[in-house]
């Protein structure tokens, strides 16, 4: 369960199995309670370093190393959101409306929707790339947006190029390989 950062002594447990962890068999049910206790507690450890101040006192290679460290502590935030979404939707909510003026009615549904697909099966592997840090939510909008014109092969050769190439470039592939628009 979770995976190893390379060149770290860090271990990640995703928060899909931290959940799992808390109560077997209760999938996603016990959501409301481990987000009190990893408030603060981003598997980088980066976050906590930084807000505990004296980044003056950084060095620029430990400054550097933040950068993509905090870029794997979105993804994870991110894909504890995505379960949010997606549990809200299991259960008949409508959680567009729940996240007030923080986000656009859009972004809310666009959100909505690619938290579904990745939970019902249509983004194979993403929700662990979301949560590995290994896949931005830019790769993910890419993938979520393109997924319907892309063979299997194609689709899972993308997501394990997710760590090598940006999302525009991703984008830029991922329509190479996709089969055309067809209009009805």
Known sequence: MGFEIPD???HVVTLKD???TLQPGAGLRSLSHPFRIIEHMFPSGVLERIEAGGLDCWS???????????ERDRCWVDSGQMLVLAELVRRGRAPEA??????SPHEAQRRTKIAVALFDGSLPGVADALA?????????TVLAELRDR???DAFADLLARTGELHPAKLRRAAQRVARPV???
């Open 8 to 10: 770290t002594n860090v």
């Open 98 to 103: 729940m996240f007030g003026s923080w986000v």
């Open 18 to 20: 931290y959940v799992t």
């Open 182 to 184: 067809t209009e009805a």
């Open 60 to 70: 620029d290679a430990a400054l550097a190393a933040a950068l993509p460290a905090t």
């Open 132 to 140: 590995a840090g290994t896949a931005s939510m830019a790769h993910v």
């Open 150 to 152: 892309l063979a299997p």
